[in-house]
C-alpha cells in the first residue's frame, strides 16, 4: 500500500518532470530561432534532458536560501518565447528568483518585470552579424570545439563553423577524422548525425556544412575560395604560440583574427573570460584563451585576491596525461615524458603560474607552480598553498566563493 509521504513525492517529482518536458520545446525555440540561450544559475539548459534541467533547478538551493522550483519559473520561460529579443544568454533562474524572493516584482507583472529587466536586448537592438570560424587542427580540442560549435548550429548562430585545416592525409582520411568526431572514448558518442560527402571533401553535422581543407601551412590557404570571409581563426594545433608564427594565419585571405587554445608568448594577450575579457580591443588581432589550468585557477585567484589579498602562494596541477607523452617508455626530448604515460606518475612543469599574471598582472611574481601527470585520460586538479594579507577560515572562504 502506498503511503501518504511516497505518494506526495510521487506526484511532485511528475510535476517537475511535466514542466522540465514542457520547458523543452521553448527552450529549443528560444534558441534556433532567436539566438537566446537560456541557463539557470549558470547551467545551460540548451539540448538539456528534463533531468539536466530538473538537476539545473535543484541546484539553486546551493546558492540561494530558498528553492526555486520549476512551476516558478516556467511562467518566465514561457514569457520570453513571447517577447522580440536579440540574441543573448539569459539566465531565467536568476531572473525568477530576483522576482520571487527579492522585491523584483514590485508591482509589476512577469512580462513588465522581463521588459524592464530586459530592455537592452527588447525588441531586437542591434543584431551584430555571424562570425566565419576557422578550425586549424582537429586534436582533442579542435574535436570538442567542433562538437561545442555544432551544438549552437542554427539561422540565429552568431559563430558558424566553415572549415577545418589539417595537414594532407592519405586514403581515407576524412572518415576517420568523421569518426573521432562522431565518436570520443572520453566524451562519448557526438549527440546527432554525421556524414560526409567525399567529392567535395565535406563534413556535414546536424545542419552544419564544414569543409575540410588539407594543407601544411596557412600561406597555402585562401580562405575566399570557399566563401569564408572575415574569419576568427581557431588555432588548437599546439605548433606556434608567438606573435610571429600565429601571424601566418593572419596573411591567408579571408582571416580576420587569430584565436589560440593555449597560453601565448610575446604580448600576446591571456584572456580568461569572465576575469579580463574586457581587454580586447577591436584592433587586437591576436589573442589566447591560455590554458585549461589557467581558466580553472584565475577566476578563484581574482576572487581571492579582491576580497583578502595574496602576499604568494604555489599551484600545484595534478593533471591528466596528455598526447605529448608516450604509450610506452621511449625516447622524449623531456626525459621525464619518455615515460609511459599510462603507468607513472610524471613530474612536469606549468604554465599556468605564468600565465595567471598576463591575466591578472598584480599577481605577477607571487605564484609558483608544477605539474604532476598522472595515468588518468580526463580530468585534472589544481591545489593552490596560498598565503593571504587578510584572515580568514575554511568557513568565510568557502562561503565567499560560493555567494
Not at 86 to 109: E, M
Request: proline share 4%; glycine share 8%.
Amino acid at each position: 500500500m502506498t503511503s501518504h509521504l511516497e505518494e506526495k513525492y510521487q506526484t511532485s517529482w511528475q510535476e517537475r518532470q511535466t514542466f522540465a518536458e514542457n520547458m523543452q520545446p521553448i527552450i529549443g525555440q528560444l534558441f534556433r530561432n532567436k539566438g537566446i540561450e537560456i541557463s539557470v544559475y549558470g547551467r545551460p539548459l540548451v539540448n538539456a534532458s528534463a533531468i539536466d534541467i530538473i538537476k539545473a533547478h535543484k541546484s539553486v538551493a546551493l546558492h540561494e536560501e530558498s528553492k526555486l522550483r520549476l512551476r516558478e519559473s516556467f511562467p518566465f520561460v514561457e514569457a520570453l518565447s513571447k517577447m522580440e529579443l536579440a540574441p543573448a544568454r539569459i539566465d531565467v533562474g536568476k531572473l525568477a528568483y530576483r522576482y520571487l524572493f527579492c522585491g523584483g516584482a514590485n508591482g509589476l507583472s512577469i512580462e513588465q518585470y522581463l521588459e524592464k529587466e530586459l530592455a537592452d536586448i527588447v525588441k531586437g537592438g542591434q543584431e551584430q552579424p555571424s562570425q566565419d570560424v576557422v578550425l586549424y587542427g582537429f586534436g582533442r580540442i579542435g574535436r570538442l570545439l567542433a562538437r561545442l560549435l555544432i551544438e549552437r548550429a542554427g539561422p540565429s548562430a552568431k559563430m558558424n563553423l566553415r572549415a577545418i585545416v589539417i595537414r594532407p592525409g592519405k586514403g581515407d582520411d576524412l572518415e576517420k577524422r568523421a569518426s573521432l568526431l562522431r565518436r570520443d572514448s572520453v566524451h562519448g558518442a557526438f549527440n546527432g548525425s554525421i556524414t560526409i560527402d567525399k567529392e567535395n571533401n565535406v563534413i556535414k553535422a546536424n545542419g552544419a556544412f564544414i569543409k575540410v581543407i588539407y594543407a601544411k601551412s596557412p600561406s597555402e590557404i585562401d580562405y575566399t575560395e570557399y566563401g569564408i570571409n572575415n574569419a576568427l581563426v581557431v588555432d588548437n594545433t599546439g605548433i606556434w604560440s608567438d606573435r610571429e608564427g600565429l601571424g601566418q594565419h593572419l596573411q591567408s585571405k579571408g582571416v580576420s583574427k587569430v584565436l589560440l587554445t593555449a597560453p601565448a608568448k610575446d604580448d600576446i594577450k591571456n584572456i580568461v573570460y569572465g576575469v579580463n575579457h574586457d581587454m580586447i580591443l577591436p584592433e587586437d588581432r591576436i589573442v589566447s584563451a591560455a590554458s585549461c589550468t589557467t581558466n580553472a585557477i584565475t577566476p578563484v585567484l581574482k576572487a581571492v585576491n579582491d576580497k583578502f589579498g595574496i602576499r604568494n602562494g604555489h599551484v600545484e596541477t595534478i593533471h591528466s596525461y596528455t598526447n605529448d607523452q608516450n604509450l610506452i617508455d621511449n625516447y622524449h626530448k623531456a626525459p621525464r615524458r619518455g615515460r609511459s604515460a599510462p603507468l607513472n606518475m610524471v613530474i612536469s612543469t606549468t604554465g599556468a603560474a605564468k600565465a595567471v599574471s598576463k591575466a591578472l598582472p598584480e599577481l605577477k611574481g607571487l605564484l609558483t607552480g608544477n605539474a604532476i601527470r598522472v595515468p588518468t585520460p580526463n580530468v585534472s586538479m589544481a591545489i593552490m598553498n596560498l598565503n593571504l594579507k587578510e584572515a580568514t577560515d575554511k568557513e568565510g572562504l568557502n562561503d565567499y566563493l560560493r555567494y
